[in-house]
């Protein structure tokens, strides 16, 4: 007797095994490209239309860097704060935040009733210490004959000595505010001092305003001298030990990558914080006007040179996010093998893992194409 199969379950047979057959290519697929090696075959046509060509690992002196980031600084000694050292109200200024200045230049006028007083409380201890200094040689000239006691003249050397002292003092304060007491008379008291720059810089802050009273510990200005400002790079601990004195570094901002400042390590701080990371302070080598304290920098620390195992460039291709080369098994049979990379110099690379491929005939010059050949197979 013939059996019969329905319509209906053959219709099933048939598209649960166009199912499981999408379902072992869907898995093949998978472990394919799980799969650290993948394998691609060729034609000696196909090998002669990819142009292949091969080479094996080279030894090269190699310049390796690290990346870093940061900001410029200004050290402390280059800070300049400027008060005024009595208090006093501020008559003028011209000074503006960016401002240059030279050494010597006036950059502010005080004014206050205390000035007027100290002058004058030099040029009158000046007046009693000239007349005392008479009667001292008056008082020694009557020793000399008996015509005076000892006490008598003991009084007036103490007095003297104490004027003298006084006289010293009053004028070390007119020195604080500007005034040479030397030049000062009767006829030359001023309610109005001077304030001078010591250094040549420019104007980094403004804190008064004209008329606005201030204290002698109170700020007027906040000046930079820039001869030595410093570029602050932070370094993670990783990298610490590649850092050394006198390493050379090349600097650049986000807004014109291209323009490199050279720059030198000075100093290393030996504390490291809780992210893990240090300050490294650089000296730059001519420093640009352009270059503003607070403003953030890349640089790239050069290291010691080394050799290592290097390949060309266009033996890598990039795959799925990762790195490759082909490798030649045999005539026509290449396999795909992941690569770790180390520093790039011209047009080589350092290989990391180096030792995977020691001895090993490596695509130089058509690995593009062989790349191609996979995705294409991946594809269908």
């Known amino acids: 007797m013939k059996s019969i199969i329905p319509i209906s379950y053959f219709m099933l047979i048939v598209c649960s095994s166009c199912s499981n057959k999408q379902n072992v290519e869907k898995e093949n697929k998978e472990i394919n490209a799980n799969n650290a090696t993948i394998e691609v075959l060729l034609s000696e046509a196909q090998e ?22 940061g900001r410029i600084d200004v050290p402390p000694q280059n800070l ?40 004058q409380d030099y040029l009158l201890t000046q007046s009693k210490l000239h007349f005392a200094e008479i009667e001292l040689s008056r008082q ?8 005076t006691s000892d006490k008598q003249v003991q009084a007036i050397q103490a007095e003297v000595a104490q004027l003298k002292i006084n006289a010293i003092a009053l004028a070390e304060k007119l020195k604080l505010i ?38 002698a510990s109170d700020e007027l200005f906040e000046l930079i ?23 050379k570094v090349a600097a650049y901002t986000n807004n014109d990558p291209q323009k490199k400042y050279a720059c030198e390590v ?25 270059l503003l304290p607070g403003m953030y920098m890349n640089a790239i620390a050069k290291l010691n040179s080394k050799n290592s195992n290097v ?11 990762k790195d490759y080369v ?53 594809e269908d």
């Open 48 to 69: 002669k239309q990819a142009s292949i060509s091969t080479t094996t690992l080279q030894q090269q002196s190699m310049e390796s860097t690290i990346q870093l980031n």
């Open 80 to 119: 300049v704060s400027v008060s005024a050292p009595l208090g006093g109200y501020l008559k003028s200024t011209k000074l503006l935040p960016g401002m240059h200045i030279s050494k010597g230049e006036v950059i502010a006028v005080m004014q206050d009733q205390q000035y007027i007083q100290l002058q």
């Open 140 to 147: 020694n000239s009557l020793a000399a004959t008996q015509s």
């Open 178 to 215: 500007n005034i040479n007491p030397t030049k000062l008379a009767t006829g030359n008291i001023s309610k109005e001092i001077n304030i001078y720059s010591n250094i040549d810089g420019y104007v980094n802050k403004v804190h008064v305003n004209i008329g606005k009273y201030v204290n």
């Open 225 to 247: 001298n820039p001869t030595d400002i410093h570029l602050n790079l932070k370094v993670f601990e990783k990298d610490i030990p590649n850092i050394f004195i006198g390493q």
């Open 266 to 290: 000075i100093l290393i701080n030996k504390n490291v914080n809780e992210q893990g990371v240090t300050e490294v302070h650089c000296h730059f080598e001519n420093y640009s006007k352009l």
């Open 311 to 321: 390949l060309t460039a266009s033996s890598i291709v990039r795959f799925e996010g």
């Open 326 to 378: 082909f490798v030649k098994e045999a005539k026509g049979k290449y396999s795909m093998q992941q690569v770790e990379l180390g520093t790039k110099q011209n047009d080589f690379v350092a290989i990391v893992n180096a030792n995977n491929f020691m001895g090993k005939t490596i695509v130089n010059n058509g690995a593009y194409a062989l790349l191609m050949k996979i995705k294409n197979v991946e």
